[in-house]
């Protein structure tokens, strides 16, 4: 079988910041556990985790486990001011359909 040439197709590129070695001694394993508590804890929502990230963060530059950088740049700070919406209601039984806005109900 034959497949057509198709020239949108890119290559990959790598990250910006490249990769980072894997925590194969578990240096970070108590800063990343407390992180994924918080997150477990607050619905997956990580803007509640921010310090905890922080902290999983540093501690991966502390045992070069990822190039150093500051913490300015990671944008937490835009977190702390972003506004917080609530999310939709959602009805289990009302039917979804791609491209089309709610009805408002009086």
């Known amino acids: 079988m034959q497949f057509a040439h198709n020239s949108s ?3 990959p590129t790598p990250p910006d910041k490249g990769s980072f070695p894997l925590d ?3 240096e970070c394993s108590k800063p990343m556990l407390a992180y994924m508590n918080c997150l477990n ?3 997956g929502l990580s803007r509640f985790c ?3 990230s922080k902290e999983y963060l540093k ?3 502390d045992n070069n486990l990822m190039a150093k950088e500051d913490m ?3 944008g937490f700070d835009e977190v702390k001011k972003a506004k917080i919406v609530p999310a ?5 039984n ?3 359909v791609a491209g089309l806005s709610r009805r408002k109900r009086d």
């Open 9 to 11: 197709i890119q290559k």
């Open 72 to 74: 300015d740049n990671f």
């Open 88 to 92: 939709p209601h959602y009805n289990p």
């Open 24 to 26: 194969h001694d578990r």
């Open 59 to 61: 501690c991966r530059m």
């Open 41 to 43: 804890e607050n619905n």
């Open 50 to 52: 921010a310090e905890f």
């Open 94 to 96: 009302e039917p979804i």
